[in-house]
């Protein structure tokens, strides 16, 4: 795995979970609240570094994605926009009284429109590896978390409790697209590292060319002809006048000579 591409992912998972210890020590802040109490203001000044500390994460986890990850401009834009989203969102909520002319942190339909935003976002990390199916059900089960979010308002709890799911939705996002490239059930291809390329071989081809030598090595030798059937050039020509060859000659060893006969 690339060492950037794993540092980015390691702090998205964190800064999720940073997000998770402020609605803890919130919850803790408002059970202790007391005026001019010093211990609660030593624990206000912890929920704040928590919070700004996990919104630095985020932010330099989703700088590192842009410089190490190659394509996947959806991804990135849609994850930058979820951090300003829930950067204007905190806001909101900690100053509830100046900006509540605007802002209602119980509304049900903010908390929609905050919910499907949010799993949108979520979604769109499918680009970074299409087509696998461990990493889809990975995403979708994510997204069930984040949508869960909306029901908050049902039960008459403020924005937090969305905000709260998201962060244990992404860090379980991040947690598993790092052990996923581990295990090399996806890929993420990143700046600079060199092409794979792939070797294919045409089978279909190799065996044509195999069949058509193996034609060539089994096709049958020209007969040859047989000795027997080549006769000696005497006997095709005795053959061809119709007398058997020797004949005349028979004729002059057995003939007296020309001599004799005359007396």
Not at 9 to 34: C, D, H, K, P, Q
Not at 169 to 197: N, Q, T, Y
């Amino acid at each position: 795995m690339h060492k950037r591409l794993s540092l980015g992912l390691t702090l998205g998972f964190i800064g999720n979970l940073m997000f998770l210890a402020f609605t803890a020590v919130s919850y803790w802040y408002y059970r202790i609240f007391e005026p001019d109490n010093t211990f609660v203001r030593l624990v206000e000044i912890l929920a704040y570094a928590v919070l700004y500390g996990g919104f630095l994460m985020l932010a330099a986890a989703d700088i590192i994605l842009w410089i190490t990850v190659s394509m996947r401009t959806v991804v990135k834009s849609a994850f930058a926009g979820y951090i300003i989203m829930e950067a204007a969102i905190m806001y909101c909520e900690l100053n509830a009284f100046t900006v509540r002319n605007f802002y209602n942190s119980y509304s049900m339909g903010f908390a929609i429109i905050h919910s499907v935003l949010s799993a949108a976002v979520c979604f769109a990390f499918v680009y970074l590896d299409p087509y696998k199916t461990e990493f889809e059900v990975t995403v979708i089960i994510c997204i069930g978390l984040i949508l869960g979010g909306m029901f908050g308002s049902l039960m008459g709890m403020r924005i937090y409790f969305g905000i709260m799911l998201n962060a244990i939705a992404f860090a379980v996002l991040f947690f598993a697209i790092k052990r996923m490239i581990k295990k090399e059930i996806i890929e993420i291809d990143c700046i600079g590292d060199s092409a794979r390329v792939a070797e294919y071989r045409s089978v279909f081809f190799e065996e044509e060319v195999d069949d058509d030598e193996e034609d060539e090595d089994t096709a049958p030798e020209p007969e040859k002809a047989p000795e027997s059937a080549k006769a000696p050039e005497k006997e095709k020509t005795s053959a061809k006048s119709g007398k058997p060859a020797g004949r005349s000659e028979k004729k002059k060893s057995s003939g007296a000579p020309e001599s004799s006969r005359k007396k």
